[in-house]
């Protein structure tokens, strides 16, 4: 049985308009359903770089009267380790030696209904384990603006 000749030159085309109709489906598929947010959001705390205080922004004394006179809008919660292995927390100016009395004294400006950012300065001494305790006793207080302050680390040299 003889085979039917096939011809070298042949007359198929490929229809380029449906290929390119489906790649830009494509396209705006992937576009819609991308996520741009930053991946420090999807955590359950936010993380604020530490602002370095020598920095200084030159403030009109108008400006520095209206900072007096409105309501704290930010306190500095340092944890700190003392000479004896004991936590002791730092509320603004407050000294607390105990987790108890952190938690009494943020229930109490829950209870005024300020409702301040919260920035977490812990100590290089201080785990990470404590540090989210500490995290965790002002989300269930509700403080959700609650920042974790870090410093930047020191760039390596190249080679």
């Not at 404590?130 to 995290?135: H, M």
Request: charged content about 15%.
């Amino acid at each position: 049985m003889k085979r039917p000749p096939t011809s070298v030159r042949s007359n198929r085309n490929i229809g380029m308009t449906s290929m390119i109709d489906v790649v830009f489906l494509l396209l705006v598929f992937f576009v819609w359903t991308s996520s741009f947010d930053a991946p420090e959001k999807d955590l359950p705390g936010n993380i604020a770089i530490a602002t370095d205080a020598s920095v200084s922004t030159s403030e009109s004394p108008d400006q520095v009267t209206q900072s007096i006179e409105s309501p704290v809008s930010e306190l500095l919660l340092r944890i700190q380790t003392t000479s004896s292995s004991n936590i002791q927390y730092m509320l603004g100016t407050t000294s607390l030696a105990t987790l108890n009395e952190l938690q009494n004294r943020l229930f109490a400006i829950a209870e005024l209904d300020l409702a301040p950012t919260i920035i977490v300065d812990p100590d290089d001494t201080v785990t990470m384990a404590q540090t989210i305790e500490v995290l965790d006793l002002l989300r269930t207080n509700g403080f959700t603006d609650s920042f974790l302050a870090v410093e930047p680390s020191a760039p390596t040299p190249s080679m």
